[in-house]
C-alpha cells in the first residue's frame, strides 16, 4: 500500500530540498519533476513533441511501478492552479493511490519572489538540473510564469484531505519536512538506504 506525497509549489521555492529531507527522514523513494525532463530533453531535445509525450510516459509508469511494488514515493511538481487539467492529472494520482490501499498528501510551498530568484541560482540546483544553468533564460522563466500562472493555491482554498500550505522563506528544508511529517503523522519505512537513495 504505497503512499505518494506530492510537493508542490513555484520554481525555485524549495521543493527538491524539501523532498529531500523527507526521503531520508521518511525513506521513501523520490522523484522530482526535473527527473524526467532532463532524461527525456536529453533524448529528444528540449520541449519538443517527442520529449513531452516520453516525459509523461517516463512518469506515468513510475507511479505505475510505485503502486505495483509498493513504493512509497515523493514527486515535485508546479502545478498551475488556475488550470482544470492541472485539478485532473493531481486527481487521477490520489485515485491512483488510494485505489490500491495508499494515502495520498499534498504539500505545497510558497516564498517571496526575491528568495525564489536567489535560490534559482544556488550550486545544488544548477547540479540537479542542467536546464536551469542557463539563468538568464531560468530567470526570466520564474518571473513569467509568476505573471502568467497562478501557482499557489489562495486563502482557504483546499484541494485535498491531506492537504498543507508552508510558507518556507525563512524555514530550512529539514524544518519543513517535520512539519510535514508532524501534520501528517507519518512514520519512517524499515528500508536499507540502497533501496531508497543508492547512488545519490
Known amino acids: 500500500m504505497a503512499n505518494l506525497i506530492v510537493i508542490c509549489g513555484p520554481q525555485a521555492v524549495g521543493k527538491m530540498t524539501v523532498a529531500e529531507s523527507l526521503r531520508d527522514k521518511l525513506r521513501y523513494n523520490m522523484m522530482i519533476n526535473h527527473d524526467s525532463i532532463e532524461i527525456s530533453d536529453k533524448i529528444f531535445g528540449f520541449a519538443t513533441p517527442a520529449q513531452k509525450e516520453f516525459n509523461a510516459a517516463f512518469r506515468e509508469k513510475a507511479f505505475e511501478l510505485?503502486?505495483?511494488h509498493d513504493v512509497d514515493?515523493?514527486?515535485t511538481?508546479?502545478?498551475?492552479f488556475e488550470m482544470q487539467e492541472e485539478r485532473d492529472y493531481l486527481d487521477g494520482l490520489s485515485d491512483l493511490f488510494a485505489r490500491n490501499g495508499g494515502n495520498f498528501y499534498f504539500v505545497e510551498l510558497f516564498a517571496d519572489i526575491d528568495t525564489r530568484l536567489m535560490r534559482n541560482a544556488?550550486?545544488?540546483?544548477?547540479?540537479?538540473?542542467?536546464?536551469?544553468?542557463?539563468?538568464?533564460?531560468s530567470r526570466a522563466n520564474l518571473l513569467g510564469d509568476a505573471r502568467t500562472h497562478r501557482l499557489n493555491s489562495n486563502e482557504g482554498e483546499v484541494w485535498y484531505?491531506?492537504?498543507i500550505k508552508i510558507d518556507n522563506t525563512r524555514l530550512s528544508p529539514d524544518e519543513v519536512a517535520d512539519e510535514v511529517i508532524r501534520a501528517f503523522g507519518l512514520v519512517p519505512r524499515d528500508k536499507d538506504e540502497r533501496e531508497y537513495r543508492f547512488g545519490v
Open 66 to 68: 510505485a503502486v505495483k
Open 73 to 75: 514515493l515523493i514527486f
Open 77 to 80: 511538481y508546479v502545478c498551475a
Open 122 to 137: 544556488t550550486p545544488h540546483r544548477m547540479e540537479r538540473k542542467a536546464s536551469k544553468r542557463d539563468l538568464e533564460w
Open 161 to 163: 484531505k491531506n492537504h
